[in-house]
């Protein structure tokens, strides 16, 4: 064939692998480039990467929604709180500042504690981390999810007040779990942004919470979301993490997540509370 005949653009022999994979495999080429449609998509996805990490998380709505939520397990209305981080520039320059309460944030929380009288259970804690459109698109299903599995629980989990971070780390979830006396926290938080997953939401367990703790003693559950983890899937592999970990009393490297080695039941073949042992 002629080199005027030949077609543009020549395919790569893996791009049949793609129906599999959202990694930007088998991308042919145009000479000893890209493709211009290629070329464009990829620089859409750096696009809304960008986008997920500086867009501000809209609160409100996602106040409204789990205020919503109808269920015995959840105490108390949603609390929004906010990092000592004053705005985002300052968050992505000083990861430190996102870890601590600021002080009103602080006093709210200790309030609340002290309105409550008792221990928690578990505390879940929504933070908007690097991609606000994860916590915006994915937080209250994944909530809703973990409810309702909740139900079917054999045993009531006592939780704390859901609370709402603004410019918060992981970590924050170690002094928020603390102040409110719960025994594990949850800490759903937007996760760094990839070029093909910008609104991946983590969920990170962490047993007995307070300020001073590492990523050791976390268990994370990645990429949740509709392409990714489903929220039915992440929703049954927390509840066994806060099965084990009350049993064990702990969590992180210690507690090892066996979801894939067996299915995770509704509750345990002899009924026992695992709240008690």
């Known amino acids: 064939m002629s080199d005027q005949h030949k077609p543009p653009v020549i395919d790569n ?35 809304r990467a960008r986008d997920a990490v500086h867009f501000p998380l809209d609160v409100e ?11 015995k397990h959840l105490t108390g209305l949603p609390m929004r709180l906010h990092s000592q981080s004053e705005d985002r520039f300052t968050y992505l320059q000083r990861p430190d500042l996102g870890r601590k309460l600021s002080e009103a944030s602080r006093n709210e929380v200790a309030a609340a504690a002290d309105d409550a009288g008792e221990a928690f259970d578990l505390a879940l804690v929504v933070v908007d981390g690097l991609s606000s459109s994860a916590v915006q698109n994915n937080a209250v299903p994944f909530i809703r999810a ?10 009531d989990l006592k939780l ?23 025994r594990a926290v949850a800490v759903l938080i937007g996760e760094r942004p990839g070029l093909s997953s910008p ?17 050791a003693d976390r268990n994370c559950i ?5 392409a990714g983890l489903r929220f039915e899937s992440a929703s049954q592999r927390l509840l ?35 709240l008690t042992h």
């Open 222 to 226: 990645s990429n949740v979301r509709p």
């Open 199 to 215: 609104d991946s939401l983590g969920v990170y367990l962490t047993w007995n919470p307070r300020p001073g703790l590492n990523d």
């Open 160 to 182: 704390a007040p859901i609370t709402v971070v603004e410019q918060g780390r992981v970590a924050i979830g170690d002094e928020i779990g603390g102040a409110l006396n719960a």
């Open 240 to 274: 066994y993490l806060v099965r084990e970990a009350f049993r064990l009393k702990l969590s992180g490297v210690g507690l090892k997540d066996r979801t894939e080695e067996a299915a995770v039941v509704d509750a345990s073949s002899d009924n026992k509370n695992f």
């Open 146 to 155: 973990f409810l309702a599995d909740l139900e079917r629980e054999p045993v």
């Open 61 to 71: 709505p996602l106040l409204a929604e789990l205020t919503a939520l109808e269920d």
């Open 13 to 47: 022999p893996w791009r049949v692998l793609r129906q599999y994979t959202d990694a930007r495999i088998g991308l042919g080429r145009a000479g000893i480039s890209l493709p211009t449609s290629e070329m464009l998509e990829f620089q859409l996805a750096h696009a």
